[in-house]
């Protein structure tokens, strides 16, 4: 069996040659469906140190999007022995980029980080209208629904996205982040959402907790 403790050190330090490594040396082993889940678990404990890493400012944004490469193709190695097991999800996230905004940085870096962290997320992609949001919330019923914009011209579009929310009558069963750099507090009540973030780690540990 892998050491799980220095598979999250490796996954923390980015050592992508060593991750991969271990995790090619422990499918060799021909393990269970639920060693390679404690395995999975352990890449995720790795990312979770990124994320400190990067709130402390020892890492920057190109670490955390290496990250999330980094994290799929430690996913990718283990696909064979993960098999039907798939880990247990904790929640959905619908996810995108607000009508008239075509940044994806930072939600590609949440969605990415989302994923390690045990969430499902259904990115929508750049510049996603309104009532394409609330036609995704209806047909898979997430937990959260997450927007981002870089310009300032995405507030207006999250205010509208979330009146839609609230007028196709799905606002009660939902939690709303948003995220990107013209996102405030003030902005944040102005739009009704529950909560901003213009960290993509510190997102997901808000989303974590609404779930947990």
């Known amino acids: 069996m892998v050491d799980l403790e220095k598979l999250t050190q490796a996954v923390g330090e980015l050592d ?15 393990p269970s469906g639920e060693e390679a889940n ?56 619908v996810l995108g980029t607000v009508e008239g905004d075509l940044h994806d940085i930072g939600k590609n870096i949440f969605a990415s980080m989302a994923e390690a962290a045990g969430f499902e997320v259904y990115d929508l992609g750049i510049d996603v209208p309104a009532d394409k949001f609330v036609e995704k919330v209806k047909e898979i019923k997430p937990q959260i629904l997450g927007m981002s914009g870089v310009l300032t011209l995405a507030l207006d579009a999250m205010k509208k996205t979330v009146d839609a929310v609230k007028e196709a009558g799905l606002r009660d069963d939902i ?26 780690a510190e997102g997901v540990k808000i989303c974590q907790g609404w779930v947990m």
């Open 16 to 30: 992508e040659e060593k991750v991969l490594a271990m995790l090619k040396e422990f499918v060799g082993t021909n």
């Open 38 to 93: 404690k395995v999975v678990n352990a890449c995720q404990q790795g990312m979770a140190i990124v994320g400190d890493l990067f709130e402390k400012g020892e890492y920057f944004v190109g670490d955390l999007i290496f990250a999330g490469e980094l994290l799929t193709a430690a996913i990718d190695t283990l696909k064979p022995v993960l098999g039907g097991e798939k880990a247990s999800k904790i929640g959905k996230i």
């Open 175 to 200: 939690k709303i982040i948003i995220g990107g750099n013209p996102v405030t507090d003030d902005a944040c009540k102005q739009i009704g959402a529950d909560a901003f973030t213009t960290n993509a």
